[in-house]
């Protein structure tokens, strides 16, 4: 008999029965109404034109069928969530006998065993029973939310086919539909076979027009009751934790020889774990040997090296910095040479130039030296020439004297030659002339 109820359930939850009952009643009714006119020529061309229209009808039922079901499910589910599971309690139960006692209750709601929410509480009620204690119910929880969200995922393995296969159905419809077409093309008569080659194109387009419009309508189906089946899972997960977080006492007072065996268990544990701490350590201490052992080889290995690829590089260097010294002095010598020679050839022209210059200054000492005797020889005339002109103006022969006086400076200034000197000018004024032109 149970076997029975379940083979019927089944079946009536079966969208493929449902999608060929649907499927049936649609083309029986499309043959007993046989509509006229805009409406039966549309009927016709995407519904019963090919084979192929048939299929994605079918096919677009099956899936509109479960759909249908599980859009009824989830109203059914939606209004068992507003029932409560379990009264309220005045005090936590304990683990194990608690929830034989709400197990209990669950066993005698026969009419709700379907139910998403009675079945996540029976899962964690178990989860309890089993462990017997109330400690990681929460994580339980979590898991069985988990599991019905899966459940709810693996419930759209049929409808994601049914989407999957008749935009590929349209697209088998439009090769058959172009082949179609092609094989009824003849060259030759080709006014005659145009309308053939046209039904063939009629099909392809039409196959394919029908089964990307059905695959939008599955498509915005599945977002909507797969939206409200998510919405309906977290509403499941808040009353699951609103009927059981807080019945159970967290923590169960263990029997005494339960703590002995603990306590020996753990002491046993510890040893162990000690043991194997010691022989890790000694492990470690040989690995740590052998390690240092090796990176001491490895230094003074790579010590040799590096000592002797440094002197060899340090050799190297030293050659190149004294060749490099070496033409550096050589340079510095003949820069120093070349400028020697031209010190020295600087040093002769300015011997020369002084020697010039010597020569022309003995020429303006001799040349002053005459003029220094020319002055002394004026000077002792022109005191000669005072007196004889204080004797001439006493005497009254005053204009002899300057016509004697007037050769006189003809004779001095020849023998000066070109000298030029200063020579203070002659008083030839006596002071009783001046005092006659006064």
Excluded: C
Aim: proline content about 3%; glycine content about 6%.
């Amino acid at each position: 008999m149970k076997k029975t109820n379940q083979i019927l359930q089944m079946l009536v939850h079966s969208p493929i029965l449902w999608g060929a009952l649907t499927s049936a009643a649609f083309y029986g009714g499309l043959q007993s109404w046989k509509p006229e006119g805009p409406l039966g020529r549309f009927f016709e061309d995407y519904f019963l034109a090919h084979p192929i229209n048939y299929a994605s009808t079918v096919m677009f039922f099956v899936g509109l069928s479960a759909l249908g079901i599980k859009a009824l499910v989830l109203g059914w589910q939606q209004q068992d969530l507003g029932q409560p599971v379990f009264g309220q309690l005045s005090h936590p139960l304990e683990p194990i006998s608690g929830s034989q006692t709400l197990l209990a209750q669950i066993d005698a709601q026969q009419d709700r065993r379907d139910s998403w929410l009675v079945r996540r509480v029976q899962g964690a009620l178990e989860h309890v029973h089993r462990r017997g204690t109330a400690d990681g119910l929460l994580e339980e929880l979590k898991y069985l939310a988990e599991v019905d969200t899966a459940r709810v995922e693996a419930g759209y393995a049929l409808l994601r086919v049914v989407i999957w296969a008749i935009p590929i159905l349209g697209f088998l419809g439009t090769v058959l539909g172009i082949t179609m077409a092609v094989a009824k093309l003849q060259p030759e008569a080709l006014e005659k076979s145009l309308p053939d080659v046209v039904a063939g194109l009629s099909v392809a387009f039409n196959t394919t027009a029908q089964a990307l419009g059905l695959t939008m309508i599955l498509m915005f189906g599945q977002f909507f009751v797969h939206r409200a089946e998510m919405r309906l899972l977290a509403d499941i997960d808040h009353r699951v934790e609103e009927e059981l977080l807080g019945r159970f006492e967290s923590v169960q007072a263990a029997p005494e020889g339960q703590l002995v065996a603990v306590r020996r268990m753990l002491e046993a544990l510890l040893q162990r774990n000690e043991e194997l701490v010691r022989r890790q350590a000694e492990i470690w201490q040989a690995s740590l040997e052998a390690a240092a052992k090796r990176w001491t080889g490895l230094a003074d290995m790579t010590q040799k090296q590096l000592q002797s690829a440094l002197a060899g590089a340090l050799a190297e260097t030293f050659q190149t910095v004294q060749r490099q010294w070496t033409a550096a002095e050589q340079a510095v010598v003949q820069e120093a040479h070349r400028h020697w020679e031209r010190v020295q050839q600087a040093t002769t022209q300015q011997a020369h130039a002084l020697a010039e210059l010597q020569q022309q200054i003995a020429k303006q000492v001799e040349v002053l030296t005459r003029a220094v005797e020319a002055t002394g020889q004026i000077a002792r005339l022109e005191e000669a020439l005072n007196r004889n002109l204080a004797s001439l103006t006493g005497s009254g022969h005053f204009e002899q004297a300057l016509a004697s006086l007037t050769a006189a400076i003809h004779l001095l200034h020849a023998r000066l030659g070109q000298t030029p000197l200063e020579t203070p000018a002659v008083q030839l004024e006596t002071p009783r002339r001046k005092g006659q032109a006064a």
